[in-house]
């Protein structure tokens, strides 16, 4: 009942921009930590960036100063802000959300995942 979706990946030039949003939907309590993840071909998934229900964040080195994670709790909602774009950062990225469902059940969900290629 409780669903995480991904979107805004695309085909962007270096040095361009793209905003991935996650919206959780469902028998949603409350969420704790949300993220961004990826993986690109032939390397294990990373963690991009985290964001508590606080709004404390953590970032990549790979990523500071580019990426931006904020999040709408109304909306149950995390967005990824992603400028200066590399060809390094071509990847699928996943969102992730820890979430306390209805009856008591907290659980990490995963997106489905959205592509995001960087290239001239």
């Known amino acids: 009942q409780v669903q995480v979706v991904e979107s805004g990946g695309d085909l962007v030039q270096p040095g361009g921009s793209l905003r991935l949003s996650c919206a959780a939907s469902g028998n949603i309590i409350s969420i704790f930590d949300m993220g961004w993840y990826r993986q690109a071909p032939g390397k294990q998934r990373e963690l991009v960036a985290v964001i508590t229900s606080g709004g404390n964040t953590n970032y990549a080195d790979s990523v500071k100063g580019r990426f931006t994670i904020s999040r709408d709790n109304a909306k149950n909602t995390v967005y990824l802000q992603m400028n200066s774009l590399k060809p390094e950062d071509t990847a699928v990225y996943y969102c992730?959300?820890?979430?306390?469902?209805?009856?008591?059940?907290?659980?990490?969900?995963w997106g489905q995942g959205t592509q995001v290629t960087v290239s001239s």
């Open positions: 992730n959300a820890d979430i306390y469902s209805r009856f008591g059940l907290r659980r990490q969900y």
